[in-house]
């Protein structure tokens, strides 16, 4: 158990990047006048608030909102950023932009963007490719994208008018950005694509043979 602890809080297998991203959500949080100068708004960005497309996502909708998005993006953060370091940073610099785009085009009605789920939704693809990738008969993290899959499913139909549904949000009005999140899975299944990709080029340890 304490090996376990002293890996988990090991100075460097901490997720720092993860965990940076997260610290600029918590801050945001604590002080509502960030929100409207950082949330994506669809009105702004066609104005020229090109930044929006990439703090939106650090703007959540009351504290439940910011600890269920921020809490999972820390996990998949610990999971995947330093084995996959490349992947990780040009997944978090391009992923938002494809969401905001999904977003801006399926879902013009959505005025008002925030929060890291879809992200997250793209992260854990990734990780579930990954792990049934090693193993094709371990259905463990394709059965937890199944259960995050599901849960944005009943947030969508239930949700709407509830403030959130299973996850409350601050304002009733707010609805799950489903769009969203297809621009998320998108990001995940090209990311984990990617991956696959590299590994079938990379040469074997053992080298060419001859028989």
């Known amino acids: 158990m ?48 090109w930044w929006r497309i990439w703090t939106g996502h650090l703007v959540h909708f009351g504290w439940p909102h910011l600890v269920a998005d921020a809490g999972l993006f820390l996990i998949l953060g610990r999971l995947i950023e330093r084995e996959h370091p490349v992947i990780t ?3 978090l610099a391009v992923m938002p932009v494809v969401i905001c785009v999904t977003l801006y085009w399926l879902d013009p ?3 008002q963007y925030g929060g890291l789920s879809a992200i997250d939704f793209g992260l854990l693809i990734f990780l579930a490719g990954r792990g049934w990738q090693k ?17 944005v499913v009943l947030e969508s139909v239930y949700g709407h008018g509830h403030g959130g ?15 969203a999140h297809i621009g998320g899975g998108a990001c995940g299944v ?5 991956s696959w990709w590299h590994g079938r080029r990379r040469p074997s340890p053992a080298g060419p043979r001859e028989g």
């Open 2 to 49: 304490r090996q376990l602890i002293r890996k988990i809080f090991a100075f460097d297998e901490i997720p720092w990047v993860f965990l940076v991203v997260t610290i600029a959500a918590v801050v945001i949080e604590f002080d509502a006048a960030w929100r409207p100068v950082l949330i994506y708004d669809r009105l702004a960005v066609i104005h020229g608030e």
């Open 89 to 91: 940073r040009v997944s």
């Open 109 to 111: 009605a959505m005025v």
């Open 135 to 151: 193993d094709w008969v371990d259905w463990f993290w394709p059965a937890v994208l199944a259960i995050y899959v599901g849960e």
């Open 165 to 179: 549904g299973m996850i409350q949000f601050d304002d009733a009005s707010i609805r799950v950005g489903t769009a």
């Open 190 to 194: 090209t990311a984990w694509l990617c």
